[in-house]
């Protein structure tokens, strides 16, 4: 079974950029697709950006232009680049592939 470790997070000023990562184990990354998520309090957890097998992607309209995911099979590693963050990107991002959930990264975006 695949184990997930997100990291990245941080708190960052708005215009500013992270980049998250999400590091797999015990199966390869490049098998299925995997998503980015994310989950602001009090709000429905929501699809960010995904990978497919393919390479695809695919992003939410309200990132679309900023974020950026992207699949290094030989670190066995998902990344999401994200740039011109707003307020309102703050949440806490998951990656979610093959049945499972890391543990989650906090971003919080000041204004």
């Known amino acids: 079974q695949v184990q997930l470790v997100e990291s990245g997070g941080g708190l960052v000023q708005a215009g500013g950029s992270l980049r998250l990562s999400c590091a797999a184990s015990?199966?390869?990354?490049?098998?299925?697709?995997v998503g980015w998520h994310r989950q602001a309090p009090g709000k429905q957890r929501e699809l960010v950006a995904a990978?497919?097998?393919?390479?695809?992607?695919n992003y939410v309209d309200s990132v679309k232009g900023r974020f950026t995911i992207s699949r290094d099979n030989g670190k066995n590693t998902v990344y999401l680049q994200m740039n011109n963050l707003k307020p309102e990107d703050t949440a806490a991002y998951f990656c979610?592939?093959?049945?499972?959930w890391g543990q989650g990264t906090q971003v919080t975006v000041s204004s």
């Open positions: 979610y592939t093959q049945g499972t």
């Open positions: 015990g199966s390869s990354l490049s098998i299925n697709a």
């Open positions: 990978i497919g097998r393919s390479g695809n992607t």
